[in-house]
Nanobody
Framework: QVQLVESGGGLVQAGGSLRLSCAAS????????MGWFRQAPGKEREFVAT????????YYATSVKGRFTISRDNAKNMVYLQMNTLKPEDTAVYYC???????????????WGQGTQVTVSS
């Protein structure tokens, strides 16, 4: 098990940038695939990005590809989501997740953070 705490959310104007951080507890962080998901008001939670244990592989949702970058620092037990060229439709609660296999489906992750709000104004 790993505990996850997100930070870095806030209010930003369209076209701006934010970097989300996720701090993980535990000595096994480097064994987990990490992911970011988001949930907008009235919508289902959706996949944003994932990164493999050693950062070799990353995968993005089509809606964020080219604007968002996921990265991790296993020495610090941290995962990040750099978000550039933000759009109002990126407004959501963003969740960090950890799983043994990872992927783009929620069921592939068994550890979740509490979420951080990102609001993009037009």
């Amino acid at each position: 098990q790993v505990q996850l705490v997100e930070s870095g959310g806030g209010l930003v104007q369209a076209g701006g940038s934010l970097r989300l951080s996720c701090a993980a507890s535990g000595r096994t962080f480097s064994r987990y695939v990490m992911g970011w998901f988001r949930q907008a008001p009235g919508k289902e939670r959706e996949f944003v990005a994932t990164i493999s244990e050693s950062s070799i592989r990353t995968y993005y949702a089509t809606s964020v590809k080219g604007r968002f970058t996921i990265s991790r620092d296993n020495a610090k037990n941290m995962v990040y989501l750099q978000m550039n060229t933000l759009k109002p439709e990126d407004t959501a609660v963003y969740y960090c997740a950890a799983g043994p296999r990872g992927g783009s489906a929620e069921y592939e992750y068994d550890n979740w953070g509490q979420g951080t709000q990102v609001t993009v104004s037009s």
